[in-house]
């Protein structure tokens, strides 16, 4: 054969061969709930969830970032003492519709080890960008509840005996708290990608309408969307950079609700406000307050363990919060002293900080005439927490080019 020839054969050949087929589509994180550990009584906030569940069943509304063909369902005994026995469990994609049974490696149900979370195997059904999904998990045996996310936003309902695969549940109590589930992925196009938002209460949503998917994260998801990048929220409330609070501390954490989500290309970091504020309260009453330098040190460790995995990482400036929590057992969360180091934060992160954009909040949410206060327009009415419009304009005031600067609008799927 003479070269063309050659060439041509060994071209065909080429094409003919596993390694020349068309790449599966990638999974990619679509939702998450970051885990937390269950408090005991004496914490200052109920936990909203009883102490134990037998036989029962949890079903809780998710709403996706982006859809797909296919997703999965991240189960999860984080924080648990003993194996979580999981009886069954199943996705719908819509209140009323017919649930899907879920399997693990092909069964039923499944164990999962303390500290350990579970994967379901993908299940075909396919979903559109912000389309709510409904998970109902199953436990047959007594269950005590060690691992929760608190502040979920939705309503859950907790029902008796086995009805994963009921359209509709025959309800004995609701709970705004998130059980078992963590996390759903999606089996996205190829070039898709997730967005992870770690933070404190702002982030998890507190005070943004209940069941309505208003919290900032969401507005982000909305903008994203058409761009094939999804949205992952892991925002805990209470949340601290450098200590633990009503979770890991966000240098503990990072790793997994950050650096282990699939598809993940961008963070952004918006915490330190419960660092700062949270000493001399009825949460930390003998705690001393960390110095800026502490602050930044912390910043700096999430910044370098992105940037080791390829990431770009994104900080924000910390939102005002002048007279915050008025009327409860934290009014002396906000005081003068407080208030200059986060200025002093916040002229940092503007000016002289690692991260590879900043995302100016504080600008974004104050009181023209008095910069110390969220605006009226925006403040939920307890001075800490942004009201949906709020969260609105959070997510306007992300520079879409800053986060993502190789994405572009796709398709409509």
Excluded: C
Aim: aromatic fraction near 6%.
């Amino acid at each position: 054969m003479n070269a063309l020839t050659r060439l041509t054969a060994a071209a065909l050949l080429a094409a003919s061969t596993p390694a020349f087929a068309q790449a599966p589509a990638p999974w990619v994180a679509s939702w998450q709930a970051s885990p937390q550990p269950v408090w005991d009584a004496s914490f200052l906030f109920p936990t909203l969830i009883p102490a134990a569940l037998e036989a029962q069943t949890v079903r809780q509304t998710a709403r996706l970032s982006l859809g797909g063909n296919q997703l999965r369902i991240r189960l999860s005994n984080a924080y648990g003492t003993t194996p979580l026995r999981i009886g069954a469990a199943s996705v719908a994609g819509a209140d009323g519709q017919a649930p899907l049974a879920l399997t693990f490696e092909g069964h039923a149900g499944t164990q999962i080890a303390p500290g350990q979370a579970r994967l379901s195997d993908p299940v075909t059904l396919p979903t559109h960008d912000l389309q709510a999904v409904q998970v109902s998990v199953y436990v047959p045996a007594h269950t005590p509840l060690h691992t929760f996310h608190w502040d979920g936003r939705q309503t859950a309902l907790i029902g008796v005996g086995d009805q994963t695969l009921a359209p509709r549940m025959d309800t004995a109590s609701t709970t705004t708290a998130r059980l078992f589930v963590t996390g759903i992925e999606v089996q996205a196009a190829a070039a898709a990608r997730s967005v992870v938002v770690i933070g404190d209460s702002i982030t998890d949503g507190a005070t943004a309408s209940l069941d309505r998917d208003q919290r900032w994260t969401d507005h982000l998801a909305a903008r994203l969307a058409p761009r094939g990048v999804a949205v992952v929220n892991a925002g805990i409330s209470g949340g601290r950079l450098l200590r633990d609070g009503m979770g890991d501390a966000a240098t503990t954490r990072f790793q997994r609700d950050v650096l282990d989500v699939p598809g993940v290309a961008s963070v952004i970091v918006l915490i330190g406000i419960n660092d700062i504020a949270w000493p001399g309260t009825a949460f930390a009453r003998g705690q001393a307050r960390p110095g800026l330098d502490e602050l930044q040190a912390g910043y700096r460790t999430l910044v370098e363990q992105a940037h080791r995995r390829g990431l770009r990482i994104l900080g924000a400036t910390l939102p005002p919060f002048a007279g915050a929590l008025p009327g409860t057992p934290l009014d002396d969360y906000y005081q003068p002293g407080k208030d200059a180091l986060r200025q002093q934060l916040n002229d940092w992160l503007r000016t002289d900080s690692p991260f590879d954009a900043v995302i100016d909040l504080d600008a974004a949410l104050r009181d023209p005439a008095d910069p110390s206060r969220i605006a009226a327009a925006y403040d939920s009415g307890d001075h800490l927490h942004p009201g949906d419009a709020g969260n609105r304009a959070m997510a306007e005031a992300v520079d879409l080019q800053e986060l993502l600067p190789w994405a572009q609008p796709v398709a409509p799927r």
